[in-house]
């Protein structure tokens, strides 16, 4: 089986995987957000906190080891934590200290789990292929983000959080088989050796993030999207619910229609190739991405904020799979999983700040005046990199 095949059947089984995962997160953060805003800005934090800690010794350790075998462990403890979350809630209840602990062992499993997914289609497809492996890795995972709030509402409307975490332990447990069946046939692939210890390696991975000019761009503006942009499914959007007195349901359709929009971007690239964007200067995408997020806190219909929510995310589509694919192919080879996971960071530590200021906040002046200034923030640094050469033309 060669790498194109091994990357599609993966991709396969990290569906599943990935329709557990959002099942679980949404549960935790509409639990916590039916609790308070700060709680809902800790629980999240709680899960961004291990990312900033371990991704980058996680990403030298999976250059050092192979990635595919850091994914197999992550499932694997992915799917205790599913059960083990089913059996403290089942018994204890949705308790805060209960949604803070299952949020640190998921931080802690995505902590590994993430830089070694996203070296995948660096590690098997070609790299005139590149783009579309890309384009079909944040097509699955935008498809499952489209889906997986709307059907975690249901899920948790009907069954609560501990029916959310056994939704999550059978996709993991469904990912663990498929991983181990491919895992001899993906080991002529996985070119990861040993060389310096893990601490001089780590310290490559953070030196080349800060003095590669196109990596550093890249990063930079991962920076401000995740601080600005990414919060609106995981904090905002539950607020927004609750505010306007929105269901579960509903609400899991205005954060699914932002991945749906996401998906659409990937499935164009998919499709078309990247060539079909070049002309569009990366950034406008974020733009028209904090534009939408400002009427969505603006719309107090569930399905006019739906449609608003469906358009910030293509916009964001179109930012973050470029961008994905520009970092893997400026990265050198054999700190892909470390400059991946300099990647997560850039996205981890304004979450962690942000999540936490908007939360606290949304208690204070409200989740309708927070996410107008969401927007508004993510519309001014698209504008502003409009006038800067390296962002306006980054490939």
């Known amino acids: 089986m060669d790498g194109q095949k091994v990357f599609r059947v993966w991709l396969a089984g990290l569906t599943v995987s990935l329709l557990g995962t959002q099942v679980l997160t949404y549960g935790l953060s509409w639990t916590a957000a039916g ?5 809902s800005g800790i629980v999240l934090s709680v899960v961004a906190l291990p990312r900033l800690v371990l991704a980058i010794s996680a990403g030298a350790l999976a250059d050092r080891i192979g990635p595919w075998r850091i994914m197999l462990l992550s499932d694997c403890a992915m799917f205790f934590v599913g059960v083990g979350g089913y059996v403290l809630v089942l018994n204890l209840g949705p308790m805060p200290w209960v949604l803070v602990l299952i949020a640190a062992l998921i931080g802690t499993s995505d902590a590994f789990y993430r830089p070694s997914s996203g070296a995948v289609p660096r590690l098997l497809v070609s790299e005139s292929g590149l783009d579309r492996a890309v384009a079909a890795r944040q097509a ?14 249901s899920v948790v409307t009907a069954f609560a959080l501990q029916g959310a975490a056994l939704s999550a332990a059978v996709g993991f447990l469904a990912m663990v088989v498929l991983m ?15 060389r310096n210890s893990l601490l001089f390696d780590t310290w490559l991975g953070i030196r080349a993030s800060a003095s590669l000019p196109k990596v550093r761009t890249i990063l930079l503006l991962l920076c401000c999207t995740a601080g600005f942009v990414l919060p609106l499914m995981t904090l905002l959007a539950p607020l927004l619910g609750h505010t306007n007195s929105w269901t579960a349901a509903q609400t899991g359709i205005v954060s699914g229609a932002f991945a749906g929009g996401l998906g659409t971007a990937a499935l164009v690239v998919y499709r078309f190739g990247g060539k079909t964007l070049l002309k569009i200067p990366v950034v406008v995408g974020l733009v028209i991405s904090g534009l939408a997020i400002v009427g969505i806190a603006l719309s107090g219909t569930f399905w006019i904020a739906a449609i608003y929510s469906a358009v910030s995310g293509f916009g964001a589509g179109t930012f973050t799979v470029r961008t994905a694919t520009a970092l893997l192919i400026n990265t050198p080879e054999e700190l ?4 991946q996971a300099s990647a997560l ?12 200021v908007f939360g606290m906040l949304a208690d204070s002046i409200g989740p309708v005046t927070v996410t107008v200034i969401s927007g508004l923030c993510a519309c001014s640094v698209g504008v502003l990199c409009l006038f800067i050469r390296s962002a306006r033309r980054l490939e």
């Open 180 to 194: 181990s069946i491919l895992r001899k046939r993906v080991g002529q692939f996985n070119r990861a050796e040993n």
């Open 336 to 339: 892909t999983s470390r400059i």
């Open 35 to 39: 609790i308070s805003g700060t709680l």
């Open 140 to 153: 699955v995972n935008q498809v499952v983000g489209f889906s997986g709030p709307a059907i975690a509402g």
């Open 345 to 356: 960071l850039a996205q981890t530590i304004p979450m962690l700040i942000m999540n936490n």
